[in-house]
């Protein structure tokens, strides 16, 4: 079992910054990737970014490309997601997610492990 805690939401204007981050805990593999995921209210949850642990690499979704950055400590074994930039549209819960692998998926399904969550709201 794989335990994640997200850390970090809160409220801020548009155009401020957030730094979210995603402790995980338990039988962790190296070879995974981890992600970050938002649903707003009364949407579907939505990909928003992912790292794969061995090698780095990133992966992320259009609307935020140049505005957030995931990155990866393996001594604290937390992934971040640094948020620049944030409007209103940005405003959701946001997910902590990880799987086995080094392939990256956007669907929500394929992930095994969840955190529950942390709240995001930009205000205009």
């Known amino acids: 079992q794989v335990q994640l805690v997200e850390s970090g939401g809160g409220l801020v204007q548009a155009g401020g910054s957030l730094r979210l981050s995603c402790a995980a805990s338990?039988?962790?593999?190296?070879?995974?990737?981890m992600s970050w995921f938002r649903q707003a209210p009364g949407k579907e949850r939505e990909f928003v970014a992912a790292?794969?642990?061995?090698?780095?690499?990133?992966y992320y979704t259009d609307s935020v490309k140049g505005r957030f950055t995931i990155s990866r400590d393996n001594a604290k074994n937390t992934v971040y997601l640094q948020m620049n930039s944030l409007k209103p549209e940005d405003t959701a819960v946001y997910y902590c997610?990880?799987?086995?692998?080094?392939?990256?998926?956007?669907?929500?399904?394929?992930?095994?492990?969840w955190g529950q969550g942390t709240q995001v709201t930009v205000s205009s």
């Open positions: 997610a990880a799987k086995s692998g080094n392939y990256f998926y956007i669907r929500s399904a394929v992930y095994t492990y």
């Open positions: 338990g039988r962790t593999d190296s070879s995974r990737v």
């Open positions: 790292i794969a642990w061995t090698g780095g690499s990133t």
